[in-house]
């Protein structure tokens, strides 16, 4: 009777260690949400930085739209904000901040007589 009883703590005691304890060599890591950025530009001009990729959510990215020579900046697509001063300026800047998959555009345009220095 003793052995039993001496058997059935000592069962008891591994369970209760067992179901206690915790994972610490493999813990569970936040799971980082990531989006895509595509960033397009049409004929005439080029967008800097190059930033095609997957990105954290909540990053905020500034593009710069650079017209050729012989053409000026039209219009972006795709962007939070709306630069109202590109209109013959050499460069256009646009915001976007990362929270779902973004496809952004630049478009630009032949260059017009009055938009020529």
């Not at 915790?22 to 930085?49: A, H, M």
């Not at 990215?61 to 209109?87: K, M």
Request: negative net charge; proline residues 5%.
């Amino acid at each position: 009777m003793k052995n039993l009883l001496s058997l059935t703590l000592v069962i008891i005691v591994c369970n209760l260690i067992q179901g206690c304890s915790t994972d610490f060599e493999n813990p569970e890591l936040p799971t980082r949400i990531q989006y895509k950025l595509t960033v397009t530009v049409g004929e005439g001009g080029s967008v800097s930085p190059d930033a095609n990729g997957t990105y954290d959510e909540g990053v905020a990215i500034t593009l710069t739209a650079t017209p050729n020579e012989g053409y000026e900046f039209d219009r972006w697509e795709g962007v939070d904000s709306h630069p109202t001063q590109c209109a013959m300026a050499r460069h256009c800047r646009a915001a976007i901040k990362i929270d779902s998959d973004r496809y952004v555009s630049a478009f630009f345009k032949i260059e017009t007589e009055e938009a020529r220095p």
